[in-house]
């Protein structure tokens, strides 16, 4: 299983971004994604995860309205879309195989970050 991120950077406050996600070495059109962060000296945060045919999504209360996951079965990619960033978004993310119950057992890309600096 390989997952890498990319797309992240540094942004204003109110900006936006999409992250990208490449999945490689498993089935991902059969497979329920995830994203997660982590921000400074704080623990993982769940964000957001979409089940395999990319119908059903769900997202922390924290980023709903904001935040918009998808993915190209097509592609074996997985994107999170990032409108009105927040300082608190500021973060290193992860995608990760698996839904909201179960993706701490499955496998993690090495993450991308992204900061929120005015």
């Known amino acids: 299983v390989q997952l890498v991120e990319s797309g992240g950077g540094m942004v204003r406050p109110g900006g936006s971004l999409r992250l990208s996600c490449a999945a490689s070495?498993?089935?991902?059109?059969?497979?329920?994604m995830t994203w997660i962060r982590q921000g400074p000296g704080k623990g993982p945060e769940w964000v957001s995860s979409i089940n395999c045919g990319g119908g059903t999504t769900v997202y922390a209360d924290s980023v709903k309205g904001r935040f918009t996951i998808s993915r190209d079965n097509a592609k074996n990619t997985l994107y999170l879309q990032m409108n009105s960033l927040l300082l608190e978004d500021t973060a290193t993310y992860y995608c990760?195989?698996?839904?909201?119950?179960?993706?701490?057992?499955?496998?993690w890309g090495q993450g991308t970050q992204v900061t929120v600096s005015s």
């Open positions: 990760a195989t698996g839904g909201p119950r179960n993706y701490a057992e499955g496998s």
């Open positions: 070495g498993f089935s991902f059109s059969t497979t329920d």
